[in-house]
């Protein structure tokens, strides 16, 4: 189903025209639960993956028995799924009942489930994302590829910073002569986050204004000016007039949480942001970003149809060198 951004409650250009040097092209992916094939742009979907070629893994050192079980996760879901899907006699979702509370709380609970993985054992990563560029025409692909697949270690504990290990594959998918039918299965999560529900993607191109905080100051002045913050509803430039919400390809970062960080490659170019995961697609402050199909509809987890949950119920995001997208990419969280 297509999924279409309401018009921006204002034209900001039409207020302030010099806003139209701050732009820049994004594609939110509105990820919807769904069966992606290998064939398919998806988030946690299958991967086209050369048959002959060694799946990713993570053989960083740390604890990899303990966690959730992957199955666990999944079957919570399902759960929550129907319980929410069920509706009482005033038309409004009842939840779980309390057997399922009880089989929610049994399969809530982390544990040691794979004593027989070492520190360092390798374990195969999730895929996170896969994008075929003939659906997002305006990403910029690497020379010869067309095709953008996204792996995570799915537990936290990467390198000094704790990090999160993410892995960035560019293909010529016209090189997959023979995929690779199954893909390695992980037992043990170290976040049920980090799991994503396989979605189908569809993509929309927006267009979003660079954020608040990097914009000429005299430029900030006068939309501080404009804006009013007595009347709830009118719109903020922040939340409702510069930069998208939820998973997209492109477009520019926010930078409400930590103010602006500039991102440089270790070749010492700047670096453009490809990816944003983001733990939902709008919220209540952002909620004039909710696709027109989306309005009106009280189903369960509607903003979170990938249940992936990053840093603080944030956003990850993935950057490349503007020179060289194979230079090691970096990410940034907010
Ligand atoms: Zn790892
Ligand atoms: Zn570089």
């Excluded at 993410?166 to 997959?176: P, Y």
């Excluded at 979003?208 to 905080?213: D, G, N, S, W």
Aim: proline content about 10%; overall charge negative; hydrophobic content about 35%.
């Amino acid at each position: 189903m297509t999924r279409t951004t309401p018009p921006r409650p204002v034209d900001i250009e039409a207020v302030f025209p010099e806003l139209r040097l701050h732009v820049a092209k994004a594609t939110r992916l509105h990820p919807r639960p769904g069966s992606p094939a290998p064939t398919d742009s998806s988030v946690g979907g299958p991967l086209l993956w050369p048959a002959d070629e060694p799946w990713l893994v993570c053989a960083a050192s740390h604890r990899k028995s303990r966690g959730e079980l992957l199955e666990n996760v999944r079957r919570r879901r399902r759960i929550l799924e129907a319980a929410w899907a069920r509706l009482g006699s005033d038309g409004r979702p009842i939840g779980p009942t309390d057997e399922e509370r009880d089989e929610l709380n049994a399969l809530n609970k982390r544990g040691n489930y794979a004593p027989e993985l070492a520190d360092d054992a390798e374990i195969p990563m999730l895929p996170v994302l896969q994008i075929f560029q003939r659906d997002i025409p305006g990403l910029e692909f690497p020379d010869g590829s067309d095709l953008l697949q996204i792996l995570w270690c799915p537990f936290d504990a990467h390198g000094a910073e704790k990090e999160i290990d993410v892995r960035l594959v560019w293909r010529n998918s016209a090189s997959i002569h023979e995929p690779l039918s199954m893909a390695p299965q992980l037992k043990v999560v170290g976040r049920a986050g980090y799991v994503p529900e396989p979605c189908l993607v569809d993509p929309e191109e927006i267009l979003e204004h660079q954020a608040f905080e990097l914009l000429p100051e005299d430029l900030q002045e006068s939309l501080e000016g404009w804006e009013d913050w007595e009347d709830e509803d009118a719109p903020h430039y922040q939340y409702d007039l510069s930069i998208a919400p939820g998973w997209k390809a492109g477009g520019f970062a926010s930078w409400h949480l930590t103010g602006p960080r500039e991102m440089l490659c270790d070749c010492g170019a700047p670096m453009r942001l490809l990816i944003t995961v983001d733990s939902k697609e709008w919220d209540n402050g952002s909620l004039s970003w909710r696709p027109v199909e989306d309005a009106g509809n009280p189903a369960y987890g509607l903003s979170k149809p990938t249940q992936v949950v990053v840093g603080r119920a944030g956003s990850l995001r993935i950057f490349v060198c503007t020179l060289d997208a194979s230079h090691p990419h970096k990410i940034s969280e907010q």
